[in-house]
Nanobody, 124 residues
Framework: VQLQASGGGLVQAGGSLRLSCAAS????????MAWFRQAPGKEREFVAA????????YYPDSMKGRFTISRDSAKNTVYLQMNSLKPEDTAVYYC??????????????????WGQGTLVTVSS
């Protein structure tokens, strides 16, 4: 599956952005979809994941409450709604796909396809 991430940009602290990850080649119902991010000089960080059916979401404690992952089956697209953004949310955000019956982990293991990344910059 090919993934195309979009929606990044410059936003002030406290603002919101919605990232999109459009897939082509395969239906996303066969995958667990996730968002990761990587800030300059830092390790890649797991942000959220969603399993298509039944719809199940996964968040690290640090992301709960401000970030919401969702999917649109008709558009074969996954979204990441980010609210109350902080300067420390500045990073390149990547979407990724893991086969639904495979083993995957929050360090990125098991994800077989990655989007190109979209830059989110939060100004203070």
């Amino acid at each position: 599956v090919q993934l195309q991430a979009s929606g990044g940009g410059l936003v002030q602290a406290g603002g919101s952005l919605r990232l999109s990850c459009a897939a082509s080649g395969r239906t996303l119902s066969n995958y667990v979809m996730a968002w990761f991010r990587q800030a300059p000089g830092k390790e890649r960080e797991f942000v959220a994941a969603i399993r298509w059916s039944p719809s199940t979401t996964y968040y690290p404690d640090s992301m709960k409450g401000r970030f919401t992952i969702s999917r649109d089956s008709a558009k074969n697209t996954v979204y990441l709604q980010m609210n109350s953004l902080k300067p420390e949310d500045t990073a390149v955000y990547y979407c990724a796909a893991a086969y639904v019956y495979s083993t995957w982990s929050i360090d990125g293991h098991g994800f077989v396809s990655w989007g190109q990344g979209t830059l989110v910059t939060v100004s203070s």
